[in-house]
C-alpha cells in the first residue's frame, strides 16, 4: 500500500508563499497521476492541481492558475506545491492523493485512491 505525507503547511500573511511536499512511500511518480486538493473550513474539499505520470503535464483549476504551480522530484518520490501571493480564501487542509490506475490526472476526487493526511495552511493578517 502506498504512503502519501504532506508537509510544508504553516501560517503566513496573505500575499507570502509557502511550498508543500508530499512524499510518496514507493516509486509512482512517473507512472501515475498526483492530485492536490484543498478543503477550506465549511466546504467540500476541491481540486487545486495535478500532474500525469506519464509527461509531468500540470492540469489546475481556474483560481491556482498562476499562483501555484507543481513540480515533482522523480529520484525522491516528492511532488512539491508551490504557492505563491496566498490570500485567506487560501486557507485550508492540503492534501495529496495519488490514483493507481490512471496515468492522465483529472482533478476529481474519486479518481483518487491513496490520499496523504493532510497539511494545514492558514493564511491571515
Known amino acids: 500500500q502506498v504512503h502519501l505525507v504532506e508537509s510544508g503547511g504553516g501560517s503566513v500573511q496573505p500575499g507570502e508563499s509557502l511550498r508543500l511536499s508530499c512524499t510518496a512511500s514507493?516509486?509512482?511518480?512517473?507512472?501515475?497521476?498526483i492530485g492536490w486538493f484543498r478543503q477550506a473550513p465549511g466546504k467540500e474539499r476541491e481540486g487545486v492541481l495535478c500532474i500525469n505520470g506519464n509527461d509531468g503535464t500540470t492540469h489546475s483549476k481556474y483560481r491556482a492558475e498562476g499562483r501555484f504551480t507543481l513540480s515533482r522530484d522523480s529520484a525522491n518520490n516528492t511532488v512539491y506545491l508551490q504557492m505563491n501571493k496566498l490570500q485567506p480564501e487560501d486557507t485550508g487542509v492540503y492534501f495529496c492523493a495519488f490514483a493507481s490506475d490512471r496515468h492522465y490526472c483529472r482533478l476529481r476526487e474519486h479518481d483518487y485512491d491513496y490520499w496523504g493526511q493532510g497539511t494545514q495552511v492558514t493564511v491571515s493578517s
Open positions: 514507493e516509486f509512482i511518480l512517473d507512472y501515475y497521476a
